[in-house]
């Protein structure tokens, strides 16, 4: 099976770009999708299919891809995104899922 | 809205049975390809497995760690998914999630004792 490698973390001040990025071999051929997870809540859908975004998803969340890797950037971070931060993605013969380990987000 | 409803988690002994349900409300269904994921304490989420739609073949696919001890289907007249989970380890506890699309449900937690 093959592995998604996201940083275990990353800071940034409040109004900056930060960006989380996701590594793995299949990416140029499969889908990415993107989850914030806030303690003791469920996953939040962020990006789906790479760089779509839900419609309940501020615009300063977007995702990109370029190879094999993918990143999520949140521009003009808030206190609010202090989260985790985890990426998904499938096999290429779509019959299992692997999450990227986690990024853990912190706002200075 | 569309929401949906996990339940079913609680205490069980390394060895036991327990089945968790999903239930879906809001939306179509029926279509709807399913995944449960688990996330142990402190640590990250984990695919558990997934069922497609009867459209598309209903289809399911297990992760390594629960094949042959964990089993999914649906009941599309009642918008629900189950997992049934055999064979407990004390590994397999964690927070349990069902999925579609872009929702999540709010997770339920099981505990296997040894």
């Known amino acids: 099976s093959y592995e998604l490698t996201q940083p275990p973390s990353v800071s940034v001040s409040p109004g900056q770009t930060a960006r989380i990025t996701c590594s793995g071999d299949a990416l140029p051929k499969v889908y990415a999708f993107w989850y914030q997870q806030k303690p003791g809540q469920a996953p939040l859908t962020l990006i789906y299919k790479d760089t779509e975004r839900p419609s309940e998803i501020p615009e300063r969340f977007s995702g990109s891809s370029s190879g094999t890797t993918v990143t999520l950037t949140i521009s003009g971070v808030q206190a609010e995104d202090e989260a985790d931060y985890y990426c998904?993605?499938?096999?290429?013969?779509?019959?299992?899922?692997?999450f990227g380990g986690g990024t853990k987000l912190t706002v200075l | 809205e569309a929401q949906l409803v996990v339940s079913g988690g609680g205490l069980v002994k390394a060895g036991g049975s327990l089945r968790l349900s999903c239930a879906a409300s809001g939306f179509s269904f029926n279509d709807a390809w399913v995944s449960w994921v688990r996330q142990a304490p402190g640590k990250g989420l984990e695919w558990v497995g997934r069922?497609?739609?009867?459209?598309?073949?209903?289809?399911?696919d297990y992760a390594a760690p629960v094949k042959g001890r964990f089993s999914i289907s649906r009941d599309d007249l009642k918008d629900t998914i189950y997992l049934q989970m055999d064979s407990l380890k004390t590994e397999d506890t964690a927070v349990y999630y069902c999925t579609i699309s872009d929702l999540w449900g709010q997770g339920t937690l099981v505990t296997v004792s040894s």
């Open positions: 069922i497609k739609s009867k459209s598309h073949g209903g289809t399911i």
């Open positions: 998904q993605s499938a096999d290429p013969n779509d019959t299992y899922w692997v």
